[in-house]
T-cell receptor
Framework: GENVEQHPSTLSVQEGDSAVIKCTYS??????FPWYKQELGKRPQLIID?????GEKKDQRIAVTLNKTAKHFSLHITETQPEDSAVYFC????????????FGTGTRLTIIP | NAGVTQTPKFRVLKTGQSMTLLCAQD?????MYWYRQDPGMGLRLIHY???????AKGEVPDGYNVSRLKKQNFLLGLESAAPSQTSVYFC????????????FGPGTRLTVT
């Protein structure tokens, strides 16, 4: 089955700086890669996703890049703000024959004012 | 729309007791999922369902049973609770096989003593 590794497990950045979280996956059949944000005590919520037919996707201050050859994808947050403090999870799933997401273990991002 | 709801929000069980967690969604989603979230381990899939009357095992199914008698409801049962089942349980749903975004419920914090 799919295995998703996520690094780092914790990350602290100064407000206004950029943050990057990286994930690698094992199943070459995976072609959907979402990122979820979970604030303390809240439910995970989708913030951005990418499919394998594109290499990069942006939404305001967040972007995701995908390298299918190397089987890794990354979340980039620019101009970080205090409200970006949360736990971020990456995930992967194949497009066919498998309805399951496999999640990474999460990155706790802390924005230092 | 209420989205995805879970009951109860909190529960304390003694070892050997049984209970059922209820997940309900009002978005007419086909797919429903039960995850458990433990510190440092991300979200792990327990069981899932691709439609009314169907269920399948996920990554960590032992000690749990599920039922999906109605499309909008997905029940997670613990027949004989163990301390290792202390966790936060999240239900999620997604619309179809081709629309992947998973919407999460607010979670149930379960403690087994």
């Amino acid at each position: 089955g799919e295995n998703v590794e996520q690094h780092p497990s914790t990350l602290s950045v100064q407000e206004g700086d950029s943050a990057v979280i990286k994930c690698t996956y094992s199943d070459s059949a995976s072609n959907y890669f979402p990122w979820y944000k979970q604030e303390l005590g809240k439910r995970p919520q989708l913030i951005i996703d990418i499919r394998s037919n594109v290499g990069e996707k942006k939404d305001q201050r967040i972007a995701v890049t995908l390298n299918k050859t190397a089987k890794h994808f990354s979340l980039h947050i620019t101009e970080t703000q205090p409200e970006d403090s949360a736990v971020y999870f990456c995930a992967a799933r194949p497009d066919f024959g498998n309805e399951k997401l496999t999640f990474g273990t999460g990155t706790r991002l802390t924005i230092i004012p | 729309n209420a989205g995805v709801t879970q009951t109860p929000k909190f529960r304390v069980l003694k070892t050997g007791q049984s209970m059922t967690l209820l997940c309900a969604q009002d978005m007419n989603h086909e797919y429903m999922y039960w995850y458990r979230q433990d510190p440092g381990m991300g979200l792990r899939l327990i069981h899932y369902s691709v439609g009314e009357g169907t269920t399948a095992k996920g990554e960590v199914p032992d000690g749990y049973n599920v039922s999906r008698l109605k499309k909008q409801n997905f029940l997670l049962g613990l027949e004989s609770a163990a301390p290792s089942q202390t966790s936060v349980y999240f239900c999620a749903s997604s619309l179809t096989r081709r629309i992947y975004e998973q919407y999460f419920g607010p979670g149930t914090r379960l403690t087994v003593t």
